[in-house]
């Protein structure tokens, strides 16, 4: 390992400045999120993350799967500048605007399927999301649709609606949106079914088949499934293949759209430039944010011209395509197609391998899953009853932050890794021996 500066923790944690704008964080900011711990960020540069104390942390995050080209990265911030002196505004809801329609082509030819697609641009994931349940009640004029248990999708109301990872963020609001059905997903380390993907043969699909479809929801009404390649915030679950093949081919048996949300999953991310390409699916809609524009507000939902036929005024956005985001997205794309996505394959292949042997090693570490960059293990009580431990995976957390590295949960018992995709070996190496310093002093029992 060569000698890198970071991460560099001088004071106590939370430190003296920390403190303080934490206590007017309590007194101003709506309370509503959750922070897992208190990191208050001062600046960023490619993978650490400096709070206002001066403590340098080796950032695992990637800001929530978001800086996938590092934080701050130098072309990134020339393109936003540069743009930001040229035009910084002028609603693309009511005119036209030469870098959406550059990225818009850009999307349209990146994104799986090899046909024309148009682009409808948001500021949020959420927003996407808001945009593909809309366009695919209209398009079909069918009104039900089908996700799964622990996906999230976001937290406005109708992203909401098809949200089912932790009761708190559905807590209170409902009603929701109706005619939204949750089924398993293939969750198969805790198979809803009790089977196992050698045997099962996608019990989970062949039950929307030959029960669902049977009993309470004619396919006929169905105008979507709503599916993360690979569930993201409800714990970086990689469903088998044969998963998604099943699933989509269900689609085409009965005319449902088969939408793919990779907000998460998406722009590299996995190692290919959308999880859709390790599945051989060509959803026909694509929702993209986090990711796709290295930390500026964007999102994007993307169709075939034949689905995307709403009529003006069916939807629009103020600030959806902003030309700042849209330049930052052009670089970030570039970025990823110059070599990122491979970095991402690359060290993910070698960080899954070095994770594997902390699971065969951790009697608490229970499984160890993920694409890329896009990486989970699940802690566990013990392998056998794989009682979820939550509070054992929120103190390995803590334990991490204060060794100055930052990582995330998912899940109900998932520690998840989705570092910048510019890392290097030796930033999973220095985040590997942390994090089994962690399970180690996890194990002896300091808490
Ligand atoms: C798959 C997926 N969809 C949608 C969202 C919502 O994105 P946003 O928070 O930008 O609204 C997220 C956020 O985590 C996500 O992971």
Redesign the pocket.
Same mark, same amino acid.
């Given at each position: 390992m060569t000698f890198k500066s970071y991460p560099c923790i001088r004071t106590k944690l939370p430190g003296p400045n920390a403190v303080q704008y934490l206590e007017k964080e309590k007194k101003y900011i709506s309370p509503s999120s959750t922070k897992g711990y208190p990191l208050v960020v001062k600046s960023a540069k490619g993978m650490v993350v400096t709070d206002v104390d001066d403590n340098i942390f080796l950032d695992f995050t990637s800001g929530? &799967?978001v800086c996938n080209t590092g934080h701050n990265h130098d072309q990134i911030v020339a393109s936003i500048s540069s743009q930001a002196s040229t035009l910084i505004h002028m609603s693309g809801a009511d005119f036209y605007n030469p870098l959406q329609i550059q990225l818009a082509e850009k999307l349209s030819a990146i994104c799986p399927g090899s046909y024309t697609k148009r682009v409808f641009f948001g500021n #949020?994931?959420? *927003?996407?999301?808001e945009a593909a349940f809309k366009l695919a009640r209209y398009h079909t004029k069918r009104s039900i649709v089908i996700a799964f248990y622990n996906?999230?999708?976001?937290?406005?109301m109708g &992203?909401l609606s098809l949200t089912a990872s932790k009761l708190n963020q559905r807590k209170h609001f409902l009603p929701l949106i109706p005619e939204v059905i949750h089924i398993p997903y293939a969750y198969c380390y805790r198979c809803h079914y009790g089977l196992t993907p050698d045997n099962c043969h996608m019990a989970c699909v062949t039950w929307i088949r030959e029960e669902l479809f049977k009993t309470k929801v004619p396919p006929e009404d169905v105008a979507a499934i709503f599916v993360?390649i690979i569930q993201? *915030?409800g714990g970086y679950i990689v469903p088998p293949k044969e998963f998604h093949k099943a699933l989509y081919q269900l689609t085409r048996d009965f005319n449902i759209l088969y939408i793919a949300? *990779? &907000?998460? #999953?998406g722009m590299g991310r996995t190692g290919r430039m959308f999880a859709s390409e390790h599945f051989d699916i060509v959803p026909d809609i694509i929702?993209l &944010?986090?990711g796709i524009a290295s930390g500026l507000p964007l999102?994007a939902m993307v169709a075939s011209e034949k689905i995307m036929n709403w009529l003006p005024g069916s939807h629009a956005s103020t600030f959806g395509g902003n030309p700042v985001s849209c330049q930052a997205a052009l670089t970030t794309i570039r970025l990823l197609e110059e070599g990122l996505i491979d970095n991402a394959a690359k060290q993910g292949n070698y960080m899954i391998n070095e994770l594997k042997k902390l699971e065969r090693t951790y009697p608490i570490i229970g499984d160890v899953r993920g694409l890329g960059l896009m990486l989970a293990a699940e802690i566990v009580k013990d392998k056998q009853t794989k009682e979820y431990v939550p509070e054992v995976r929120d103190s390995i957390i803590q334990k991490a932050f204060s060794k100055g590295l930052l990582l995330l949960g998912c899940g109900r018992s998932a520690i998840r890794f989705c570092p910048p995709l510019i890392l290097a070996k030796d930033d999973v190496d220095i985040a590997l021996s942390i994090f089994k310093e962690c399970l180690v002093e996890t194990i002896q029992g300091k808490f």
């Open positions: 929530v &799967a #949020s994931g959420a *927003e996407s999301v996906a999230f999708h976001g937290r406005t &992203a993360e993201g *915030e949300d *990779e &907000a998460q #999953s929702t &944010a986090k999102s």
